[in-house]
């Protein structure tokens, strides 16, 4: 079929990547919604499945280790993820520069980020291990006494988040010195001249340039802290009692600890509503900068 101009339909060359995305987004977002309005048990026969509509959504709702879960979630996110952008931006400032060995610095700070995240878990359970781990026996070398860290709630919550801060800050870091990279030296240039300190330049001309880099970076460590979920089972499977079963991990027990596929499907899909909430404030506030900056260039 021959189109305007005498050239072939595109759509054919869509198909394959229309079915692709299909097969491997849309289906199974569908899917999990409609498992979400059954009372759907995992078990060997497959038990008896009855349409509940929005009961296991209504069950969320008065569920207070949901809640709890939630909570935990939010406060991981809100903690960790600052720290890392406060890390990464200021490792990108320190090493936007050539000098000797920059090179290799740059290159062994990203080495956490390609930890497979059971290997970080499993590594960090290690060193927190209260009577063979490396941190509890430098503490006693030094007089302190035995603690176990794993095994009290904050401590446990708190060896998570600074897990989930070491692993990832070097990706953060990788972003914005990219970022920093893409800036033109002549503005840079321009405003030194002009007087301005590194203070006034780094308010004035660096992180306004360098903000839609650092939005894109909070964009994805929200979403990929959304679904965190193997290097903490590994470390505490949720434990001790619920203080980090975060949200992944009471999707997971939902779903094979109380045989509720249902229940599971139904907290995958407000997390799905959650994350989409996330990228499009972020995406917005993009898009209003972008503007903004057309406006004044206009001017």
Not at 274 to 281: C, D, E, M, N, R
């Amino acid at each position: 079929m021959k189109g305007a101009g005498g050239q072939g339909s595109p759509v054919p060359f869509l198909v394959p990547a229309l079915l692709i995305v299909f097969a491997v987004l849309i289906f199974p977002i569908v899917f999990s919604f409609v498992v979400s309005m059954f009372d759907w048990p995992l078990s060997a026969g497959g038990g008896e499945r009855h349409f509940i509509g929005a009961g296991n959504y209504v069950d969320l709702v008065q569920d207070k280790e949901f809640w709890n879960s939630l909570k935990l979630q939010l406060g991981f996110i809100f903690i960790a993820i600052p720290l890392e952008l406060l890390l990464g931006l200021a490792a990108a400032l320190l090493l936007n520069r050539e000098f000797n060995g920059g090179r290799v610095i740059r290159a062994l700070i990203l080495l956490p980020v390609f930890f497979l995240p059971v290997v970080s878990g499993m590594t960090w359970r290690f060193m927190l291990q209260p009577r063979y781990g490396a941190l509890n026996n430098f503490l006693l070398a030094l007089g302190a006494p035995e603690i176990t860290w794993l095994g009290d709630p904050t401590f446990a919550y708190a060896a998570i988040i600074v897990q989930d801060i070491w692993r990832m800050w070097p990706f953060v870091f990788m972003l914005l010195y990219a970022g920093l990279a893409g800036i033109p030296t002549d503005i840079l240039e321009a405003a030194e001249i002009d007087g301005a300190n590194f203070r006034r330049r780094l308010f004035s001309v660096i992180l306004p340039l360098l903000y839609p880099t650092i939005l894109t970076a909070l964009l994805l460590r929200i979403i990929d802290a959304l679904r965190i979920f193997s290097e903490v089972y590994v470390m505490t499977e949720g434990g001790p009692g619920m203080s980090t079963t975060l949200f992944s991990l009471y999707t997971h027990r939902q779903a094979f600890g109380y045989m509720k596929v249902g229940m599971a499907s139904a907290m995958a899909i407000f997390l799905l509503v959650i994350s989409i909430v996330f990228a499009v404030t972020l995406v917005r506030k993009n898009m209003s900068l972008e503007k903004l900056e057309e406006r004044g260039g206009d001017r």
